[in-house]
Nanobody
């Protein structure tokens, strides 16, 4: 079992920045690929970014590419999402997720085994 706890959400004006953190506990953190998803009101949960267990490879949704950066610190069991140039359409609950490490990318909600409780991000225009 892996327990995930997100933090760092809040309210910001368009063009601003936020950094989300996700603290993991339980099994060995470096055994997991990590990802961020988000869910806006009335919409399905969608993929935002993912990072390999080594931290050397990353992948992003087209909607956030160039604005968001995912990173991890395996020594501290933390994964981050740096969000810059925020837009109103980035408003959502952001979730941290983990799955067993794999050399292939996983963008589907169904492929992740562990989830945090989410943190709200609100961007006002």
């Amino acid at each position: 079992q892996v327990q995930l706890v997100e933090s760092g959400g809040g309210s910001v004006q368009a063009g601003g920045s936020l950094r989300l953190s996700c603290a993991a506990s339980g099994r060995t953190f470096s055994n997991y690929n990590m990802a961020w998803f988000r869910q806006a009101p009335g919409k399905e949960r969608e993929f935002v970014a993912t990072i390999s267990w080594t931290g050397l490879a990353r992948n992003y949704a087209d909607s956030v590419k160039g604005r968001f950066t995912i990173s991890r610190d395996n020594a501290k069991n933390l994964v981050y999402l740096q969000m810059n140039s925020l837009k109103a359409e980035d408003t959502a609950i952001y979730y941290c997720a983990a799955k067993d490490r794999s050399p292939t990318w996983s963008f589907s909600v169904a492929l992740y085994d562990y989830w945090g409780q989410g943190t709200q991000v609100t961007v006002s225009s």
